[in-house]
């Protein structure tokens, strides 16, 4: 069993800033990466950031300059300090924990938590 508590989400004026973060727990033996990922109403799931266990980093363009991603690997948890935020990055913000298994990595999701950006 892995668990993901997801925490940061909330209501933002523009321009305003909010941290996301995320930890997992359970049966992780190794996580490979974490991510933060979104869904708008009527829109598709999208990567908006994701860090591997080395520290590489992905961003979605929209983002990039405005959110930062990191993950303390001790503690299993990736942070996601969002900056500058507009109303179009509202949307419901999904954690993702990928898992080093036998075969093929196990991806986990969390529950998802709803970021508002509006004035």
């Known amino acids: 069993q892995v668990e993901l508590v997801e925490s ?11 941290i996301l973060s995320c930890s997992a ?7 490979n990466a974490m991510g933060w990922y979104r869904q708008a109403p009527g829109r ?3 990567l908006v950031a994701a860090v591997t266990r080395d520290g590489n980093t992905n961003y979605a363009d929209s983002v990039k300059g405005r959110f930062t991603i990191s993950m303390d690997n001790a503690k299993n948890t990736v942070y996601l300090p969002m900056n500058s935020l507009k109303p179009e990055d509202t949307a419901v ?5 990928n898992l080093a298994r036998p075969g093929r990595p196990l991806e986990v999701w969390g529950q998802g938590t709803l970021v508002t950006v509006s004035s």
């Open 93 to 97: 913000y999904y954690c993702d924990c």
């Open 44 to 46: 598709q799931r999208e």
């Open 8 to 18: 940061g989400g909330g209501l933002v004026q523009p321009g305003g800033s909010l």
């Open 25 to 31: 727990s359970g049966n992780l033996y190794v996580v």
